[in-house]
């Protein structure tokens, strides 16, 4: 019998909070944080097409390789919890495939992001939730355990809490921190206002691009013209 420490259950954001984070892109949320909180090297399988997903986080750690704590974590699970695995970027073997991903649904779980190897890419790209990983693998995982579950974790370089937001799109994946999350997403809102401002001046030829020579010490110049 192996070993499985589970520590309390995070904080649960608000409904509004989350449906506005919806509305963000990742990259405008990680701008937000001074470009931090993305989890590097995760992206949706191969084959994957959904919405932007928000949700906090269910934190996982578990040996490279090893399932067995997450299957707990399944169990676990609360409806819109996003399943944030610490495999330790081990893509050598999968530790989730088609059949967890289907139960996830079961639970309720908006996400799932893997820093580590999944299997099955396509009938998880088929499926209803988002997956994100750092790779794939068809070789099986291994079922001894030990692990822990809603601890405080390591994914892609960043620290991820349990009920830390987590949201991904496209673009791959960004936590925020939980204590911070209403100044976040209220800087992103105004980033993300600029930006459309930003896009109707391209349209209309009226972007101003002055900043560009202005943010330069000095223009080199040759006989045959600048360079």
Request: aromatic content about 4%.
């Amino acid at each position: 019998m192996s070993s499985c420490r589970r520590y309390p259950t995070g904080p649960r954001p608000e409904p509004a909070l989350l449906a506005r984070c919806r509305e963000l892109p990742t990259s405008i949320l990680s701008d937000s944080m001074e470009r931090a909180g993305g989890v590097r090297g995760v992206h949706w399988v191969p084959g994957g097409r959904w919405p932007r997903v928000a949700g906090p986080a269910l934190t996982v750690r578990t040996r490279p390789g090893d399932n067995l704590v997450i299957h707990r974590a399944l169990d676990l699970a609360e409806p819109g919890d996003v399943l944030v695995v610490d495999g330790g970027g081990f893509v050598e073997r999968a530790v989730l495939g088609e059949i967890m991903g289907r139960y996830a649904v079961t639970r309720g779980i908006a996400a799932i992001v893997v820093d580590g190897a999944v299997r099955d890419a396509e009938g998880l790209a088929a499926g209803p939730i988002p997956v994100f990983a750092a790779g794939v693998n068809h070789l099986g995982p291994y079922k001894d355990g030990p692990g822990e579950v809603q601890g405080p974790v390591q994914a892609g370089g960043t620290v991820v809490r349990s009920g830390d937001l987590v949201v991904g799109d496209a673009d791959g994946v960004v936590v925020v921190p939980h204590e911070r999350a209403d100044q976040v997403v209220g800087l992103g809102e105004q980033r993300l206002a600029a930006e459309e401002e930003q896009f109707a001046e391209i349209a209309a030829g009226t972007l101003d691009r002055s900043w560009v020579l202005a943010a330069l010490a000095e223009e080199f110049v040759t006989e045959d013209g600048p360079r």
